[in-house]
């Protein structure tokens, strides 16, 4: 990583790297909505300074996630300015905090050298297929799911089957994006990790980081220098997981609803 970014930056990046059905703007705030699917297709980002009070800057976030029948979320760096000033005026958080990791893609791939397919075959897809699908969320997702994951110009769907059963045992999503801020400046890009999942029968043979290694190939190959990704701390699996790879948390963020 030639220069790490602050928060603001990275927030700005990973909004670049997840989807969404509508947007507007309020200010330097990008709002998003996709019928309440995912916190992050449904929240607004502050990628810029306001323009208005923040009372007033609320008040036109809530009215538009109110149109549509949604809770207005604010997605923040906890112990932000932002998030503290939100704090301030009553605002309470939403969910649970996440932290956002972040990694050099080759010294993961490094990492990932010893990695090799025993009894699988992987399919590589530029949107989610059914079988992709059916893992994700254990298939539980809205037609508007297609939408907001398969939205950017770089994206890729990574599934890998059982050779002998033939049904899909591991999945993996990879979004390639322009770094934010002054990181972005000399061209360098990002990649974004999301929906890294395991059937439960598979689990314990290593596929997860089969699927990491094939979408991180990828990134490289198109420019991707760094990666970052989103887990949260009670995911055990996923928190050893990433560790051993060399992710390091550069911030924890939140939602605040707002009303």
Same mark, same amino acid.
């Given at each position: 990583m030639a220069e790490t970014p602050t928060a603001d930056a990275l927030i700005a990046t990973a909004a670049a790297g997840w989807g969404y059905a509508e947007s507007t703007q309020v200010d330097g705030w990008h709002l998003r909505a996709a019928e309440g699917f995912t916190h992050r297709a449904n929240s607004a980002w502050p990628l810029g300074p306001l323009e208005r009070p923040l009372p007033d800057a609320v008040s036109a976030v809530q009215a538009w996630y109110a149109e549509r029948g949604l809770p207005a979320l604010v997605q923040v760096a906890v112990g932000s300015e932002l998030d503290l000033a &939100? @704090? !301030? &005026?009553?605002? !309470?958080r939403a969910d649970a905090l996440a932290w956002r990791? @972040? %990694?050099n893609v080759s010294e993961v791939l490094d990492t990932l050298l010893s990695v090799a397919p025993i009894g699988v075959k992987e399919t590589f897809t530029d949107e989610p297929t059914d079988d992709w699908l059916s893992l994700y969320r254990s298939g539980t997702v809205p037609p508007v799911a297609r939408q907001v994951l398969g939205s950017g110009e770089s994206v890729r769907f990574a599934t890998i089957y059982d050779s002998d059963t033939g049904a899909p045992v591991a999945i993996g999503r %990879? +979004? @390639?994006v322009p770094a934010a801020g002054a990181d972005g400046q000399d061209g360098s890009r990002w990649v974004g990790l999301s929906a890294i999942e395991t059937a439960p029968s598979a689990r314990r043979r290593g596929l997860a980081k089969l699927v990491m290694d094939a979408l991180l190939e990828w990134a490289d190959e198109q420019? +991707? $220098?760094d990666a970052f990704l989103e887990v949260t701390p009670d995911?055990? %699996? +996923?928190v050893g997981l990433y560790a051993a &790879?060399?992710? $390091?948390t550069h911030h924890e963020f939140h939602c605040r609803v707002i009303g």
């Open positions: &939100l @704090v !301030e &005026l009553g605002h !309470e990791q @972040v %990694a %990879a +979004a @390639v420019g +991707a $220098t995911n055990e %699996a +996923a &790879l060399g992710f $390091t």
